[in-house]
């Protein structure tokens, strides 16, 4: 398999410009999850989603970022519009059954 | 909510000596900690996982502990390498199948 993966890897955007994450994850599973990883918070969570379906947004900042699933192999992260303090990594994972997690390679987002 | 706590400092060592990182936790006793690795660059990945009923759990030369009275899991890697050289993050399930993360501990072994 080849894992959970992300594109773009590098994005760098100006401030107020929207930016769109994607994720496709591991085949058969049924689990996926958002996060956002600085130096200063550490790995957080943004959302969850289970069959697609989005189970815990609670992470999620503010109206600026939203997350679709539409089908079990593709998810967006959306960040409309951008601001310099979303600069952060961003790395998408999924499981099943919702023990160990698969991590995709992240995407380093810079907003100028 | 339950907050995960890791040494934000770095940890040299010499290679083929025993690393030994530590998670605390502080509120409810969660029913698993999982531990993972993270390489500069990289996302983490799954090392371990021990449950609450499980005071020790053994992989190949890496050993975890919880002790549920000083609310900690300890993470050792014997005989370690330079390539052990990664942030080890611990973490612990927050409800909705989700887990909350430590910041992780960096390791450094030197040859």
């Known amino acids: 398999d080849a894992g959970v993966i992300q594109s773009p890897r590098h994005e760098v955007t100006e401030m107020g410009q929207e930016v769109t994450l994607r994720c496709k994850p591991i085949?058969?599973?049924?689990?996926l999850f958002w996060y956002r990883q600085t130096m200063m918070r550490g790995l957080e969570l943004l959302i969850y989603?289970?069959?697609?379906?989005?189970?815990?947004d609670s992470g999620m900042p503010e109206d600026r970022f939203s997350a679709k699933m539409p089908n079990a192999s593709f998810s967006t992260l959306k960040i409309q519009p951008s601001e310099p303090r979303d600069s952060a990594v961003y790395f998408c994972?999924?499981?099943?059954?919702?023990?160990?997690?698969?991590f995709g390679p992240g995407t380093r987002l810079t907003v100028t | 909510s339950q907050k995960i706590e890791q040494n934000s400092e770095a940890l040299n060592i010499q290679e083929g000596k025993t690393a030994t990182l530590t998670c605390n936790y502080t509120?409810?006793?969660?029913?698993?900690l999982q531990w993972y690795r993270q390489d500069p660059g990289r996302g983490p990945v799954f090392l371990l996982l021990?449950?609450?009923?499980?005071k020790e759990k053994r992989k190949e030369r890496l050993k975890v502990t919880f002790d549920t009275t000083l609310k900690q899991s300890l993470f050792h890697i014997t005989a370690s390498q330079p390539a052990d050289s990664a942030t080890y993050l611990c973490?612990?399930?927050?409800?909705?199948?989700?887990?909350?993360f430590g910041k992780g501990t960096m390791l450094l072994v030197s040859p």
């Open positions: 085949s058969g599973h049924n689990s």
């Open positions: 994972a999924s499981s099943q059954d919702s023990y160990e997690q698969y």
């Open positions: 509120n409810y006793s969660p029913a698993y």
């Open positions: 021990i449950r609450e009923n499980e």
């Open positions: 973490a612990s399930p927050r409800g909705y199948s989700t887990l909350t």
């Open positions: 989603f289970n069959n697609n379906v989005p189970i815990d």
